[in-house]
């Protein structure tokens, strides 16, 4: 045990005294994780609007299709990603491989189902009675939309945020895009999982509860968000 806490006291010292490597895997976490949501609200809410409001055929599967990738590995992803972005694949001449935004383009199709789903879940428990008031009303077309995401907002913040939750402390798609590169791509779970290898848990242990404490705020924004719904 005097190792573990040998390694909490050297984790604390690292935190308040501004650890240069330690806070660059932070701010690069919150960079990639911050890019990720960012991408993925841009398409999936539209998309999870569409999914939940509209009637069409085949809606039924899609569905099914889009909740099933609820559950998708990060090392498929991860490795989907690789086969497209590396010197060989259709992308490989934007040269994403081991770079920020590459990582990024990963967590967005990994945290898109989330944002999908719970956005069409939100729009299909509104009220049917919304509908039918908004185009009495003589709303059409994006009028529509932004009503009936306004009236699910507490919901579709609730996808925002458990998608944020997923992004910032998946490690598989970070390692295989990322590459763990020292100062340039290394996260903060690619950093735990690097420093426990080599048997320096000091690092590990702060990166951890700076880990930890973004996951408090995130469950603390969701409760909070519920909240506001009941």
Excluded: C
């Excluded at 609007?49 to 509209?54: D, N, Q, R």
């Excluded at 944020?164 to 402390?169: K, Q």
């Amino acid at each position: 045990m005097d190792y573990l806490l040998d390694g909490l006291r050297h984790a604390f010292i690292l935190l308040f005294s501004g650890d240069v490597e330690t806070y660059s895997a932070v701010f690069t976490s919150l960079k990639v994780s911050s890019l990720s949501i960012a991408g993925s609200l841009i398409v999936g809410i539209p998309a999870g609007f569409f999914l939940g409001y509209y009637e069409f055929a085949g809606k039924r599967q899609l569905r099914a299709i889009v909740d099933t990738l609820l559950a998708l590995p990060t090392v498929v992803v991860g490795l989907f990603v690789y086969a497209f972005v590396s010197r060989r694949g259709p992308l490989g001449e934007f040269g994403l491989l081991f770079t920020i935004p590459g990582i990024a383009i990963a967590q967005m199709i990994l945290v898109l189902p989330i944002v999908m789903s719970l956005t069409a879940t939100a729009i299909e428990s509104l009220d049917r009675r919304l509908k039918t008031t908004i185009l009495t009303l003589g709303a059409r077309g994006r009028q529509i939309i932004m009503a009936s995401l306004l009236e699910a907002r507490y919901a579709v913040l609730i996808a925002a945020v458990t998608a944020y939750g997923r992004a910032i402390s998946e490690v598989g798609v970070s390692m295989m895009i990322g590459g763990n590169i020292k100062w340039h791509t290394r996260t903060i779970t690619t950093a735990i999982a690097l420093e426990t290898g080599k048997g320096q848990f000091a690092m590990g242990i702060a990166l951890g509860i700076v880990l930890l404490s973004i996951a408090f705020l995130v469950n603390f924004a969701l409760t909070a968000l519920k909240r506001r719904m009941a």
